[in-house]
């Protein structure tokens, strides 16, 4: 498991589920369906982003499926960095 | 005037006095047996010195001799309150209270033993329940009042007019075929409104009862000899009756071909009790039957093609009864022409005209709104319905379990259930603690079993198979001791929600 998913898997856990521990959740489990992160919890997730991955997060990109599982998040970040790098 | 209820008994005690009223524990008793037994029931409490205008209240386990002393009082005519004796004494006393009974009923005079009625003499004045008697619309002709749970305080007193007894029995008898030579199985407790028509029809109408012993209520292997030994034709119970027999008959193989309507009320049949019923009462027809305390019965559902295999998951509540009305009012308070879900608004001809505690009135009757007048009182069911397309009505839930959420309707029992269906969930309570920005958030507590993995990344999994989007709850809460509960042992989800709450507070 790479850094950026290990990461955010840990701020899913800590954050919505402290019952669980981190290997249980699967990278492509539907957080949105499972209702583990409503669209209130996915604000915290977008907080969360902006300050451990210094991504800038712009309301036109803020789909619910781009953080429908710690792989689409992750997919999110790499290419918010990609971006930022870029320019 | 019309013969009373008790002119009709007698007469069936005169012109069949050898024919079997009741079956208990294996013996027979006859009509005239029966009619004597209430006569001397009569005379040893004295029942017809007590005040005419004063109810009497009756502390019974189901018995013959029980019987007979409720026979005595529709005979002298006194209204008579019938709790269940499960109560706790403190509560027994404060219904008799409330109902200004002149005088505790036991059956086999052990009247000035009562533990009930000390509780009312010993109550200090200032503490004790005011007696709210006579009911609204008066206590003249009053017979039956019986008492339906109610979720905070005192069970509700329900009393019944005769007229509307006088109906209902009626109905009953015509429906069910009840008469003399019938055998009518009686499962519930004395004090529950099926007795209507498992006893009180039948003996109104000369038929024969067949007492199931509250003790060995949960035996199937007694239900089943019961039921063949005494070749029972009609059979009224809750859901939890049929899956004995159906449990007890697995090993032997055994039918009841004598039984020839089999009804099911009070709670849903699961479909595989359906499935198995055709097979266990190869002669029955098969009916579901909707009806509360305050109502009694109001709707039926024939079964027609279970043993063709059409078992409905979904079990109709049925077509009202003749002369019952129906109405179904939608969340923003319009009443539904056609399709759609809302709450059931019922008027029977068998109803009560109000609690005894007319307080309690005001939330559950009402006059139709349109019907101008306000004649006709309405009894606000508390269940939710669907109708459908052809017309017919499907429980959706108790209208008191929906809540909004995010603006849309949710029911915690249907999510309740879904997470019961856990194979680890032992129990589980959901609830809808306020938000300041969804309106209302869904919570649930679950108790797992003591070896459990559960967890709420598991229980999510398994509802999100299950559950909409909106009905998936926002936290979950999984612990390893017992939920609270009432004192009727159902889960308390008052003090759940209070709990969190306190939670909250000291958290925030």
């Known amino acids: 498991m790479d850094d950026t998913t290990a990461k955010i898997k ?45 991504v800038g997060v712009d309301d036109s990109q803020l789909g619910p499926e781009s953080f429908r599982t710690v792989d689409a998040i992750k997919t999110f970040v790499d290419e918010a960095r990609g971006t930022a790098n870029a320019g | 005037m019309s013969q009373s209820f008790f002119d009709h008994f007698a007469a069936q005690a005169s012109s069949q006095p050898s024919a079997p009223a009741l079956i208990w524990d294996g013996e027979t008793i006859a009509y005239g047996e029966l009619a004597a037994m209430a006569a001397s029931a009569s005379a040893d409490h004295g029942v017809s010195e007590l005040p005419a205008d004063r109810p009497v209240g009756i502390r019974a386990r189901k018995s013959p001799e029980a019987i007979a002393l409720i026979l005595a009082c529709l005979q002298t005519q006194r209204p008579f309150l019938l709790p269940s004796v499960e109560l706790a004494p403190e509560t027994l006393g404060k219904l008799f209270a409330q109902a200004g009974v002149s005088r505790v009923l036991e059956p086999q005079g052990r009247r000035s033993e009562s533990a009930s009625l000390r509780a009312i003499e010993e109550t200090p004045a200032e503490e004790a329940e005011p007696s709210q008697w006579p009911p609204a619309g008066g206590g003249d002709d009053i017979s039956f009042m019986l008492t339906t749970s109610g979720s905070t305080g005192l069970p509700k007193v329900v009393p019944l007019p005769e007229g509307a007894v006088d109906r209902f029995t009626d109905w009953a008898a015509l429906q069910f075929d009840i008469g003399p030579g019938t055998v009518v199985a009686n499962y519930a407790p004395l004090n529950f409104d099926l007795c209507l028509l498992d006893i009180w029809t039948t003996l109104k109408h000369g038929g024969c009862v067949a007492l199931v012993d509250q003790d060995r209520a949960t035996n199937g292997g007694y239900l089943a000899d019961l039921i063949t030994a005494n070749e029972v034709n009609v059979l009224q119970a809750v859901p939890m009756l049929y899956r004995l027999l159906i449990d007890v008959t697995r090993e032997d193989g055994r039918s009841f071909p004598s039984v020839k309507h089999a009804i099911t009320t009070g709670d849903k049949i699961p479909a595989t009790s359906l499935e198995a019923l055709p097979g266990l009462f190869p002669n029955g027809r098969f009916f579901n039957i909707y009806g509360c305390t305050e109502t009694n019965d109001s709707l039926i559902h024939e079964f027609r093609g279970l043993a063709d295999g059409v078992v409905p998951t979904n079990v109709p509540v049925g ?68 109708r459908h397309e052809d017309g017919s009505l499907t429980l959706e839930g108790r209208a008191d379990f929906y809540v909004k959420v995010r603006g849309v309707r949710v029911s915690t029992q249907v999510v309740e259930q879904a997470i019961q269906e856990h194979p680890d969930v032992i129990e589980v309570a959901v609830v809808a603690v306020p938000d300041d920005l969804a309106g209302k958030r869904l919570h649930a507590v679950l108790r797992r079993e003591p070896d459990s993995k559960l967890n709420s990344l598991t229980l999510r999994k398994h509802c999100a198979e299950r559950l909409a989007r909106t009905e998936m709850p926002s936290t979950i809460e999984i612990v390893t001791e017992s939920l609270p509960k009432t004192s009727t042992g159902k889960i308390d989800r008052k003090r759940v929600l209070a709990r969190l709450e306190e939670m909250t507070h000291a958290n925030g």
């Not at chain 1, 669980?20 to 369906?33: K, R």
């Not at chain 1, 409503?38 to 907080?47: E, F, I, N, R, Y």
């Not at chain 2, 005894?356 to 009135?361: H, S, V």
Request: hydrophobic share 40%; aromatic share 10%; no cysteine.
């Open chain 1, 10 to 54: 840990q701020f899913i856990v800590d954050e919505f589920m402290p019952d669980v521990s981190v290997d249980e959740l699967d990278s492509d489990f539907d957080l949105l369906t499972g209702g583990v992160v409503d669209s209130l919890g996915l604000l915290q997730v977008v907080a969360w982003l902006e300050t451990e991955f210094d």
């Open chain 2, 319 to 386: 077509q009202p009864l003749p002369g019952v009305r129906t109405l179904i009012r939608s969340d923003d308070g319009a009443f539904l022409d056609g399709t759609g879900t809302g709450e059931l608004l019922v008027w029977t001809p068998f109803q009560t005209r109000g609690y005894l505690n007319a307080e309690l009135n005001a939330d559950r009757f009402a006059p139709h709104p349109e019907a101008g007048n306000g004649e006709t009182t309405y009894y606000h069911s508390g269940d939710v319905v669907r």
